[in-house]
């Protein structure tokens, strides 16, 4: 079952990916398919609409999805060969998940919106907690709660849309409501897992591996940023809010992937990082180039969620990443792996070079500002835990730990194959049919070498200043100067001074001195009065 899923939606990305390409040509051109429904609310519309956006973005959700459904065949095969029943749950959960996907890109109405966008949130629980334990459980509710902030948002917007007779997208080109867009926001924002709400992303990771490589390349957390790419027009006045929310969101999630040890949520904050890196350029007027950013993650970040998930599945599970050095003469894993962190750091050439290195430097050399500094250190720590994710998996020492005979399976080979093809060829193809032939400067590609270079920086250092600053909790001075060591130093102060020096030059060391030179001076008056009187007869004598 898994081999004919396989080939259904790699049959639908070819089709789609053709239908997208030939649409290109006519770029305002929009077919929908109308089919009228009588409803609580009355006559609900659901629409349909495919153009080059929905078409080309969905293709790639099909080879992503084509290539997933593969490698399940390898991966949970292993793991339960002897529960048919967990992996046909496991298959359906992953094709309502598409189809949610599906909904949601293909969308022209706001009731198709709302199913994609249910869909995605429900089925995304049930992926989570598919490990029956209480910490999948666990993870799989703040997943939920977290997300259903944003839906709630989506489903009082069928009041607004009630009221106002529209069910249609169309409406919003020539309708906009200051409720909407901001509906429209906050529920972006949830899904895509920008901050405050960042912390479902690492806790999704309790899904299975092939669950991840889908939720983290082209499915639940692209679902908000490909709403912005949709919405862009409508969104313009309030894209200055989103600025600094998805620079943030980048910055912190790069900071903390450099120094987090788990290795499997180095990549999930990495792919919080880049969803912050896309919405960033979105905001900043770049949607198209944002779109096409958001397809070159979705191929290089799937491949190294899938190659993360076979050097796990050899470690017996284990995501502890000093244990992953054992793992470095498997071939096919350490060049799919290290391909799609090179693409994944802007690596001249690679798959995200084409669309990162372009959108650095119109937004860098455009207007230099202190967001551009931020968003510069951002882009260095890209760079930094993409070197330190090529160290851990294959460079450092080799561990004791357990693990299985290296044997690379053909279900993983395969898979993986389409994806190493995409990274290495398909981003010049991309990049030169979306966008008109452009040249570059020598100052342009020296600029993005620049930040590879200090992100190599970061790798080095970063780690030994990130410690510096957790051991600054708990040196000694910082104990000193607090409030009660503060008042234990001075008590003990003054209590060696009052028995010490205190002794002689305080009230009763003074009085003591003057004491002793009083009674010195009385000696010495009562010596001279005597003496007085000893030789008083003697100077009579001598006077007459």
């Given amino acids: 079952m898994f081999l004919l899923f ?27 398919i109308l089919m009228p429904y009588y409803g609580f609310f009355g006559e609900m519309p659901i629409v349909f609409c495919v153009d080059y956006l929905s078409l080309l973005f969905f293709s790639v959700v099909s080879l992503i999805s084509s290539v997933v459904f593969l490698y399940s065949k390898f991966y949970m095969d292993d793991f339960f060969s002897k529960l048919n029943y967990l992996n046909h749950r496991f298959f359906y959960l992953l094709f309502l998940f598409v189809v949610s996907m599906m909904l949601l890109v293909f969308s022209g109405s706001w009731i198709v919106v709302m199913l994609g966008w249910d869909g995605l949130g429900l089925v995304s629980f049930l992926l989570v907690i598919f490990y029956s334990n209480s910490s999948s459980l666990d993870s799989g509710l703040i997943t939920v709660f977290t997300n259903r902030f944003g839906d709630c948002l989506f489903i009082l917007s069928f009041v607004f849309m009630f009221y106002s007779g529209f069910f249609l997208i169309d409406f919003l080109s020539y309708c906009s409501c200051l409720f909407f867009i901001v509906v429209l926001f906050l529920g972006c924002i949830t ?3 920008q901050l405050p709400f960042s912390s479902w992303l690492p806790a999704a990771m309790a899904a299975p591996t092939p669950v991840s490589s889908l939720v983290h390349s082209s499915t639940l957390v692209t679902a908000g940023v490909f709403l912005l790419v949709r919405f862009n027009f409508l969104m313009e006045g309030i894209f200055v809010y989103l600025l600094p929310i998805s620079l943030f969101t980048s910055f912190l999630a790069g900071a903390c992937a450099v120094c987090e040890m788990d290795f499997k949520k180095v990549v999930a904050m990495s792919t919080l990082s880049q969803l912050g890196f896309m919405i960033f350029s979105i905001s900043s007027g770049l949607w198209l180039l944002g779109f096409l950013h958001m397809m070159f993650h979705a ?17 017996l599970g284990d995501q502890d990443s000093r244990n992953f050095g054992s793992l470095g003469s498997s071939f096919f894993s350490k060049m799919i792996f290290s391909m799609s962190n090179l693409s994944l750091m802007g690596f001249p050439f690679s798959l995200g070079f084409y669309s990162k290195d372009t959108i650095i430097g119109i ?3 455009d207007n230099f500002s202190y967001i551009s500094f931020l968003f510069l250190l951002s882009c260095c ?9 090529i160290f851990m998996g294959f460079m450092m020492f080799p561990s004791f730990s357990c693990s299985l005979s290296f044997v690379e399976d053909t279900y993983f080979y395969y898979p993986m194959l389409f994806l190493y093809v995409t990274c290495v060829f398909f981003g010049n193809f991309f990049f030169f049919f979306f966008l008109p032939p452009l040249c570059f400067s020598f100052l342009d590609f020296f600029f993005g070498l620049f930040i590879i270079f200090f992100g190599f920086i970061f790798f080095i250092y970063f780690p030994s200043f990130y410690l510096f600053l957790c051991n600054m909790m708990s040196i000694s001075f910082l104990s000193l100067i607090s409030s009660s060591g503060f008042s234990t130093n001075i008590s003990s102060f003054s209590y060696k001074g009052e028995y010490s020096w205190g002794e002689i030059f305080g009230g009763g060391g003074v009085f003591s001195i003057f004491d002793f030179f009083n009674s010195y001076a009385v000696r010495l008056y009562a010596l001279n009065f005597s003496l007085l009187l000893t030789l008083l007869p003697f100077f009579f004598f001598m006077s007459s």
């Fill in 299 to 315: 191929f290089f970040k799937s491949s190294l969620f899938l190659s993360t998930g076979n050097l796990m599945h050899y470690l």
């Fill in 191 to 193: 899904k895509s897992a």
């Fill in 363 to 365: 937004l860098l050399f």
């Fill in 6 to 32: 396989f080939y259904l939606f790699f049959a639908m990305f070819i089709l789609f990916f053709l239908l997208g390409c030939s649409m290109m040509m006519y770029n305002s051109v929009v077919f929908e």
């Fill in 381 to 389: 720590f890209t760079v930094a835990y993409s070197f330190r994710l």
